[in-house]
Every structure is written in C-alpha cells, then in structure tokens.
C-alpha cells in the first residue's frame, strides 16, 4: 500500500456534532465521503450521486 503524503481532496465534507463543526483534514474527508458514497451507490434504485445529505440522531431512551 502506498500512502500519499498530499492526497487531493474527493468531495466536501461537513462534519458536525451535537451543532459543533468539526474539523477534518483531506485523509478524513476522503474516507468519509467515499465511504457513504460508497454505501449510497449500492443501493437499488441509486443512479450515479453527486450530492448526498446525511443526518444522524441517536435514539433517546
């Protein structure tokens, strides 16, 4: 494996928790982002993505 020292960035990330943003260099951007890509486009029906909007809440009990 080869490890790029100045990855370029693949797509826009905003990472926020509990309203907070959260800072994140090119390594974490890329992995998220291709990461819930990756997940997206295997979906049925899920042509090819450009934007994708994601919202996570953890259930109160």
Do not use: D, H, W, Y
Request: net charge negative.
């Amino acid at each position: 494996m080869v490890c790029e020292p100045k990855q370029e960035p693949t797509a826009e990330v905003e990472l926020k928790v509990n309203g907070e943003e959260i800072e994140l260099n090119t390594f974490a951007r890329n992995i998220i982002s291709q990461t819930v890509i990756g997940m997206a486009k295997s979906l049925r029906g899920v042509g090819e993505v450009e934007t994708i909007s994601l919202v996570v809440s953890k259930k109160v009990k």
